[in-house]
């Protein structure tokens, strides 16, 4: 049973193909998001900072192009909260109890839900990215083709890491609760701080000091820096500001994201290591 996850991740996908009305809302509402939201967010800001010019050589961006890089950062999110609503699911229906008695190790169950909602996650920042740049969002500007597929494959990177810690965590909530009315009401505490707290749609540099230390904590603030960094660049102004960020900035964004991401597993490998469903 060593590809045993692999059964659990092609079973969570076929789930989510089937289920036509969880596909096209979670595919719609992230271009939803950006076409109205977006653009409504996206003139007032513009309007309000055009008389800050930019520094000399660096690149403006207006605020749909910022605020894109964030879209993909709360879509993650939701995605991945909502990710081991399933397996609340397969509680309630007895196929919990059939895949702990199998001989598959419990730890593969936890896998295949997590890489299927990474799946997830990678669809959804693909459409974002796609129809962004529809309505003009400026992603890569200026980079090589090369340079674009490294970029690409670098916010997948992020995503991925993001997404597997998210993915963990709401696994371990659901493995301890009952009704899916719990995890919903979990998740709705935990998003809009998590959202709002963090760089996702202005900078937080104009926040009290008590926000901006959370949101150093916040894994969404490190998730936006790296799509930010590989979407529009290092140096770029935005909202009013400048924004710059280098290599070591980057790879320290990776690394929390890396070291939330094993503390997730450690605490989900512990919970179905004792889960007992009757």
Do not use: C
Not at 130 to 138: E, K, S, T
Not at 139 to 148: E, H, K, N
Request: net charge positive.
């Amino acid at each position: 049973m060593a590809w045993g996850f692999l059964t659990v991740y092609w079973r969570e996908m076929i789930r989510y193909v089937r289920f036509r009305t969880q596909l096209f809302s979670s595919l719609l509402q992230p271009a939803l998001w950006m076409a109205f939201f977006g653009i409504a967010m996206s003139s007032n800001f513009d309007r309000f900072t055009s008389s800050i010019p930019a520094p000399a050589g660096v690149i403006p961006l207006d605020y749909l192009t910022f605020m894109a890089a964030g879209v993909i950062a709360m879509t993650t999110l939701f995605t991945s909260l909502f990710g081991g609503m399933s397996l609340l699911f397969d509680k309630n229906w007895g196929l919990m109890r059939e895949m702990l008695a199998s001989p598959m190790p419990r730890t593969h169950i936890m896998l295949g839900v997590s890489l299927s909602g990474m799946t997830k996650s990678f669809i959804q920042a693909s459409i974002i990215m796609g129809f962004g740049l529809l309505l003009g969002v400026q992603f890569f500007p200026g980079y090589s083709a090369a340079r674009i597929a490294l970029s690409i494959l670098g916010i997948f990177a992020f995503v991925g890491a993001f997404s597997l810690g998210f993915l963990l965590f709401s696994s371990t909530i659901s493995m301890r609760l009952e009704s899916p009315e719990g995890l919903q009401g979990i998740i709705t505490l935990l998003t809009l701080p998590l959202f709002f707290v963090s760089n996702a749609l202005y900078p937080i540099q104009a926040f009290p000091a008590f926000l901006q230390t959370l949101s150093i904590f916040n894994p969404l603030t490190h998730l936006v820096n790296g799509i930010r960094y590989f979407a529009l660049g290092g140096d770029f102004f935005a909202v009013g500001a400048r924004y710059t960020t280098s290599t070591v900035d980057v790879l320290g964004s990776f690394a929390y994201l890396a070291v939330f991401a094993a503390v997730m597993y450690l605490l989900a490998r512990r919970t179905f290591e004792r889960a007992v469903v009757t």
